[in-house]
């Protein structure tokens, strides 16, 4: 998929990206940077009984053009799209995520992750992973510690399998491990349909929303905000109520609500 000039443009806008369209190494650090710290995460739609429309038209229309973030293929595949219509060669993967699970618990291939084919070697983009996205790149290499502006990461070879670790207070640990099997549009579409259908898919149970800006990732998790700073402690607070918990949404984490009156209604459900 690829955008139309008009599209573009309008891309370039909302990231405030202007730049020569590059397939470079230093253009995609930069797209990457300008992407996560524009575009928060967030799961609006699954929470409120929304399926996300995974078409490129209806990316632009939500991402781009309504004020939205959205979850891992929503962002990651708007992505792809504005990389490959510079010119950049990507691929889709699919990722079993390992972030805060005990690690002999099996899961399914629920996460999209990139790879960038450049001249110099083959790297790994990753701008919808909520409180951990990359907000730099990767190199495809294994056991390398390898720094980012939030924070050292590396990827761990195992056979076929490549385990994505973050650093987190000195000590190592997993976020999620995948293959290089390419994945097809129809592949995302059935992990985006179970993600936001599925009874047991996280994404209907509870509010999750995270924006990394410079110096600070922030993460929201139903009532409990949580602003992590690159070079300093944590703060955190438990918002009071549905109407304050919207506030934040759309100051701090700039996310436009299309319906704050059926949010506040499911977060009072959350609330219980």
């Known amino acids: 998929m690829t955008l139309s000039p008009a599209d573009l443009a309008a891309y370039r806008d909302r990231i405030g990206w202007h730049g020569d369209a590059r397939a470079d190494h230093a253009t995609l650090e930069t797209l990457v940077a300008l992407h996560t710290r524009t575009f928060a995460f967030e799961n609006l739609d699954p929470l409120t009984g929304q399926v996300p429309d995974l078409t490129l038209p209806g990316l632009i229309a939500k991402l781009v053009h309504a004020g939205r973030g ?3 293929y929503e962002q990651n595949g708007l992505f792809k799209a504005v990389l490959e219509t510079i010119g950049f060669q990507v691929t889709g993967h699919a990722a079993r995520v390992m972030w805060n699970l005990p690690e002999e618990v099996p899961t399914g291939r629920t996460h999209m992750v990139l790879r960038v084919d450049l001249p110099e070697g083959p790297v790994i983009a990753d701008v919808g992973f909520g409180s951990q ?3 730099g790149v990767l190199d495809l290499v294994d056991g390398v510690e ?3 502006p939030h924070g050292p990461f590396r990827l761990i070879r195992q056979g076929d ?4 670790e973050v650093s987190v207070l000195g ?3 997993p976020v ?3 293959d290089l099997q390419p994945q097809l549009p129809i592949d995302y579409e059935l992990a985006n349909w179970w ?3 599925s009874p047991r898919s996280h994404f209907l149970t509870g509010l999750i929303i995270a924006r990394a800006t410079p110096g600070r990732r922030s993460v929201l998790r139903n009532f409990d905000l949580t602003i992590h700073h690159v070079d300093g402690p944590s703060e955190r607070r438990h918002l009071e109520s549905p109407a304050e918990t919207c506030d934040v949404i759309e100051t701090l984490f700039d996310v436009r609500i299309p319906d704050r009156a059926a949010l506040e209604h499911r977060l009072e459900e959350i609330a219980g």
């Open 70 to 72: 959205g979850y891992c």
């Open 133 to 135: 996205t990359l907000t």
């Open 146 to 148: 390898q720094a980012t």
């Open 161 to 164: 399998v490549w385990r994505q």
């Open 171 to 173: 000590e190592w640990r």
């Open 176 to 178: 999620y491990a995948y």
């Open 195 to 197: 993600s936001a259908t």
